[in-house]
């Protein structure tokens, strides 16, 4: 970013570290909600970015995804490698180092300083040090490193505040000292190869040659391409086979310098770090890690429906007034009709979601903040083995009986490309919430019986079984996903189990904050346009009667002529025109079905439960005089809408979270041809049996 | 437990064991895997200690140099040669 006037860069804050390490909470101390979320260009990484006051003025800082190496091959990785690398020789780097993981992170800090940084490190995770009796010689490391290290507890404003000057003033950033050296036989073949450049390339220069020799048997081209010319390039390819210039030796070498530097700075107490922590003893037994699990669930899903109902009828309440007092202050008509009925209604059954949406990313953040989360991940590794997927896209799945859109997002944390789009892929087919309305008033429709199996609840059993369905399906389709379109893909689990954490509240209500800003500003936009787009259609075209007066009826509408065109393909499976346009209206949101289907019978109040609209519905007949709402149409139905991609608001964070838009246009097709093709399977077999 | 010339590979070894990686079968592994591996701190000569092995799981749970805990897939660990420390 350039100052226009003084014609001076205006250098920003890269912060930098390992996953888990503290980086994020200390962004968020930084920057409070001065933060902004967008994606980096091309590509689905999330790119947080805040500001900070500093003496210099505001700066910016950007919060880059976790590392562990500059060499990764995740697409996260990747990115934050990139930016590093090419970053502005003015910008400063603070390095982020979990002070319980200091050997680790110590290897990624040598590489950044080896690419000729400006860095300054923060160590947190103090409170834990003087737990467990460690102590760290920070001017020790200063002097082996060369760079000025603060040891701090990122959740204490105290401490952040002891350090915020001295963090901010660009003089304290320093290049470093070199920590190691490759080989005598290495180091000659990069000097040949630094002539051949320039007699006086820079460290920048040889960091980049050194990564490229690393990388040349794979992606030379693509990330160093514009670095070198030409014969340079042919040189590093020739000679970088006869060097041993691998990451494991490079990582070996590394690691010796490291311990002998730790062996001064670091003092620890005897303490017995010989047995697995009695937490763990517990959550990640395959018996009492699973039973832990799904109490630990159960009572977020209980808090989260029960938490979220009030908010949820407040902001309902909100919308309907809002657009009583937009009807009142404005003539009757299209404009009146398109502000309440498409714009606020529209976008009033999404904000409807927010309350749910925010509770659940609120308890994700906490399991993700005390570490339980990668345990659940662990526990339930070998269940989601078995269908192709690893343990990691469990929990995504699970958010899924709230709501998909959520769920969607939550699928960031897995880390393998292939096992992250087959999540999103398969989330939307577990039921959700906004698939109850529907599936109440269905059930309580044509299945008049009160129990089931002599002992069950009939609407709760049906409920469960259509759970049921949903999650075997998309284990399923997982499993088909994974040995059709990722083939070559296959998932592991290495995976690191952090220490158990006290989470910090502040942080984890700015975390939820900046992911609903996120969530509005961009799945938004989509669902404002689909909105309006499906009123028109229900809307038009409208009658003027001999007094002047508009008249719209959703049975005169394109919407539903649509209906009526599309009949005969949805006659096989029991359904007609008025269901036909209730699918139709459902996309903007699937519980648009039940007021959609009021409106069609004639009933003033849309309820699930309401008795008026089920007795309408059961009377109901078709051109033949047969009854409409039999056991095997009202069946159906239900599975078509356990499968069907009802869903615009899905669809446009799939767009957005996989950043194509063929993810979501696979997925609508397959959802829909799975619904059809079982509703259609369903009605004929059923039909056959006489049923 | 004195120092042995016993090597063996990661998965076989129970609750408690202290070990050192020797060797790494880079050949057999997928090279995300093996990358990762390595970036997590499972490099020759680095002190590993079994926490805990669940065999039903196919995983155990292993302290790498005194730091950091690892669940640990028995498709990796399966290819990580050891011996006593």
């Avoid at chain 1, 937490?279 to 669930?297: C, E, Q, R």
């Avoid at chain 1, 799945?397 to 709501?403: F, I």
């Avoid at chain 2, 010339?5 to 408690?16: C, D, P, V």
């Amino acid at each position: 970013m350039y100052n226009m006037i003084e014609n001076e860069y205006k250098f920003k804050y890269l912060l930098v570290g390992n996953p888990n390490c503290g980086k994020s909470t200390l962004f968020n101390r930084l920057t409070g909600l001065r933060q902004k979320t967008g994606n980096f260009q091309g590509v689905t990484v999330e790119k947080k970015t805040g500001f900070a006051s500093t003496s210099e003025g505001e700066r910016e800082i950007w919060d880059l995804p976790g590392i562990f190496s500059l060499d990764g091959n995740s697409e996260d990785k990747k990115i934050a490698s990139k930016q590093i690398l090419s970053r502005h020789q003015e910008d400063r780097v603070i390095y982020i180092l979990d002070s319980l993981q200091l050997e680790r992170s110590l290897q990624l800090l040598i590489s950044i300083l080896d690419s000729g940084a400006k860095v300054q490190v923060v160590l947190t995770m103090k409170d834990l040090l003087s737990r467990r009796n460690i102590s760290i010689d920070t001017a020790a490391l200063k002097k082996a490193f060369g760079v000025n290290f603060y040891l701090i507890n990122t959740k204490s404003f105290a401490d952040i505040d002891s350090i915020r000057n001295n963090l901010f003033n660009k003089d304290n950033f320093l290049q470093g000292n070199q920590i190691w050296k490759w080989e005598t036989k290495e180091e000659s073949i990069l000097k040949k190869i630094y002539k051949s450049i320039d007699k006086d390339a820079n460290k920048e220069m040889k960091f980049a040659i050194i990564e490229a020799i690393k990388e040349s048997q794979n992606d030379l081209e693509d990330r160093f391409s514009n670095l070198f010319p030409e014969p340079t390039k042919s040189l590093i390819n020739e000679i970088s086979s006869k060097g041993k210039f691998s990451i494991q030796n490079q990582l070996i070498a590394k690691s010796v310098a490291i311990k002998k530097i730790l062996s001064a700075a670091v003092k620890e107490s005897s303490i017995n770090h010989s047995t697995i922590s009695k937490a763990d003893k517990i959550l990640l037994h395959p018996v009492y890690g699973m039973i832990s699990f799904f109490v630990i669930m159960g009572l977020i899903f209980q808090f989260l429906f029960s938490w979220a109902e009030i908010p949820m009828d407040g902001i309902d309440w909100i919308i309907a007034s809002i657009q009583t007092l937009v009807s009142n202050s404005l003539p009757e008509g299209p404009l009146s009709a398109l502000i309440t009925d498409g714009i606020i209604g529209g976008v009033g059954s999404v904000l409807v979601f927010i309350p749910q949406i925010s509770l659940l990313f609120f308890f994700i953040e906490i399991m993700e903040e005390s570490g339980y989360m990668a345990r659940v991940s662990f526990v339930m590794d070998r269940v989601m083995g078995k269908f192709g997927l690893s343990g990691k896209s469990f929990i995504p799945l699970l958010s899924s009986a709230a709501c998909a859109v959520p769920a969607i997002m939550g699928a960031r944390t897995i880390e393998n490309k292939s096992d992250r789009i087959t999540t999103i892929l398969i989330s939307p087919l577990i039921m959700c919430s906004a698939r109850y309305p529907v599936y109440i008033l269905i059930i309580g429709t044509i299945f008049v019986s009160d129990t089931a199996l002599g002992i069950f609840n009939l609407q709760g059993f049906m409920l469960f079984l259509l759970f049921l369905l949903g999650l075997l399906t998309s284990l399923t389709f997982g499993l088909i996903f994974k040995k059709t379109l990722f083939r070559s893909s296959t998932s592991y689990f290495l995976m690191e189990l952090p220490s158990y954490k006290l989470p910090s509240l502040i942080s984890i209500i700015q975390n939820v904050i900046s992911k609903i800003k996120t969530f509005l500003k961009n799945a938004g936009q989509i669902i404002l346009y689909i909105s309006v787009i499906l009123w028109f259609l229900s809307y038009y075209p409208i009658q003027i009667d001999s007094e002047g007066n508009i008249d719209s009826k959703i049975t005169q509408s394109y919407a539903a002529t649509f209906g009526k065109k599309i009949e005969p393909i949805i006659q096989p499976l029991g359904f007609d025109w008025k269901i036909g346009i209730s699918l139709l209206t459902s996309f903007a949101a699937r519980e648009v079905m039940v007021s959609t289907l009021a409106i069609l019978y004639g009933v003033d109040e849309a309820d699930e439960e309401n008795p008026t609209l089920r007795e309408a519905m059961k009377s109901d007949t078709r051109e033949d005089g047969s009854k409409l709402w039999t056991p095997l149409t009202g069946f159906c139905l239900l599975v078509f809408f356990a499968y069907a991609s009802q869903c615009m608001s899905t669809l446009a964070v799939v767009k957005r979270e996989t950043n194509s838009y063929f993810w979501p246009f696979f997925q609508f097709t397959y959802m829909t041809v799975l619904a059809y093709v079982s509703s259609l399977f369903v009605y004929q077999i059923g039909g056959i049996l006489g049923y | 437990m004195t120092k042995s010339l016993e090597m063996n590979l990661l998965y076989k070894f129970s609750k408690g064991k202290k070990l050192s990686i020797t060797r790494i079968d880079e050949n057999a592994l997928n090279p995300d895997l093996y990358r990762d591996c390595l970036e997590q701190g499972f490099l020759p000569g680095t002190a590993v200690q079994i926490l805990a092995n669940f065999k039903s799981q196919n995983k155990l749970i292993a302290k790498l140099s005194e730091q950091s805990t690892v669940a640990v897939p028995y498709s990796l660990a399966e290819k990580i040669y050891v011996q006593y420390d």
